[in-house]
């Protein structure tokens, strides 16, 4: 059974720093890229970053780009966000989601971690 | 990038009825790379339906999906309890990945 638990969120200050983790299990994990999504209370879904199976292709969305850094490790089936300069918008719900092997976009999804950005 | 608007916002429906969810592209989704996807409160979301039309395993069939280009639809066809919920519309076939804002499906 394929399994994404994401760990890490909690509360901190704005300018501070937070670092995600996604422990998989369930599947080859290093044949995978790996995705965060990210939900603001009450608002919908939107992209991050996106991390290919051997991590040589890495994307960002334009507002996170040099504040978040995706990574992963295939030997620990993990996978990790390391967000830095935080602000208050950044408050959401952080999943964690896999491209499917035969399905070309996300078909499991972590339960998610929250992040609050407060002083 | 390419904005993806839904419609309605809020469709309010009774179990057994069908129900029709709108999401229009501002530009033509690459390769009919569309989803659909369902969210439960306190839950992830569920992959639906993947390249417009594709069910995902374990979705029941009266879900489909429809469309091409710019416009797309959600059907759901004898609404049941567990499928009131919100959805959202996904483009992957252009960078970066977008969703549309979500349409909330009510019980009437």
């Known amino acids: 059974e394929v399994q994404l638990v994401e760990s890490g969120g909690g509360l901190v200050k704005p300018g501070g720093s937070l670092r995600l983790s996604c422990a998989a299990s369930?599947?080859?994990?290093?044949?995978?890229?790996m995705t965060w999504v990210r939900q603001a209370p009450g608002k919908g879904l939107e992209w991050i970053s996106s991390?290919?199976?051997?991590?040589?292709?890495?994307y960002y969305a334009d507002s996170m780009k040099g504040r978040f850094t995706i990574s992963r490790d295939n030997a620990k089936n993990s996978l990790y966000l390391q967000m830095n300069s935080l602000r208050a918008e950044d408050t959401a719900i952080y999943y964690c989601t896999r491209r499917g092997i035969t399905v070309p976009t996300y078909d499991y999804w972590g339960q998610g971690t929250l992040v609050t950005v407060s002083s | 990038e390419i904005v993806l608007t839904q419609s309605p916002g809020t469709l309010s429906l009774s179990p057994g009825e069908r129900a029709t969810l709108s999401c229009r592209a501002s530009?033509?989704?690459?390769?009919?790379?569309l989803a659909w996807y369902q969210q439960k409160p306190g839950q992830p979301p569920r992959l639906l339906i993947y390249?417009?039309?594709s069910r995902a395993t374990g979705v029941p069939d009266r879900f489909s999906g429809s469309g091409s280009a710019t416009d797309f639809t959600l059907t759901i066809s004898g609404l049941e309890a567990e499928d009131f919920a919100v959805y959202y519309c996904?483009?992957?076939?252009?960078?970066?990945?977008?969703f549309g804002q979500g349409t909330r499906l009510d019980i009437k």
């Open positions: 996904q483009q992957y076939g252009s960078a970066p990945i977008t």
């Open positions: 530009q033509s989704v690459s390769r009919s790379y």
């Open positions: 369930g599947f080859t994990f290093s044949s995978c890229s």
């Open positions: 390249d417009v039309s």
């Open positions: 991390i290919s199976g051997n991590s040589n292709s890495i």
